[in-house]
Nanobody, 121 residues
Framework: VHLVESGGGSVPAGGSLTLSCAAS????????MSWFRQAPGKEREGVAL???????EYAESVKGRFTVSLNSIKDTLTLEMSSLRPEDTAIYYC????????????????WGQGTQVTVSS
């Protein structure tokens, strides 16, 4: 599974951005796609995920501000981010698993290269 992210950039606090992740090559009928992020000097943390059976999961820090959606026809995961805060600044990574998993880095064997999101105060 090859993952390609797009949509990162720089916005002021309170702004919005949308990230997209496209999965190429075959995926199984049951799979999970997710977003993680890593800020300088911090561990990689889960942001949100979507599964092919319609489940979503969010980190507490982004609930109510971020919306994840998985298009299982196009194998594309979208993350709509609003009310962005400086602490959301990080490299955002798309990840995929060919099964139903939870928002934990070790459960995802496939990773994209990452896209930078910068939120200025």
């Amino acid at each position: 599974v090859h993952l390609v992210e797009s949509g990162g950039g720089s916005v002021p606090a309170g702004g919005s951005l949308t990230l997209s992740c496209a999965a190429s090559e075959a995926t199984d009928d049951k799979y999970t796609m997710s977003w993680f992020r890593q800020a300088p000097g911090k561990e990689r943390e889960g942001v949100a995920l979507g599964t092919s059976d319609g489940r979503t999961e969010y980190a507490e820090s982004v609930k109510g501000r971020f919306t994840v959606s998985l298009n299982s026809i196009k194998d594309t995961l979208t993350l709509e981010m609003s009310s962005l805060r400086p602490e959301d600044t990080a490299i955002y990574y798309c990840a995929a698993s060919t099964w139903y998993v939870i928002l934990r880095p070790d459960d995802f064997p496939y990773w994209g290269q990452g896209t930078q999101v910068t939120v200025s105060s």
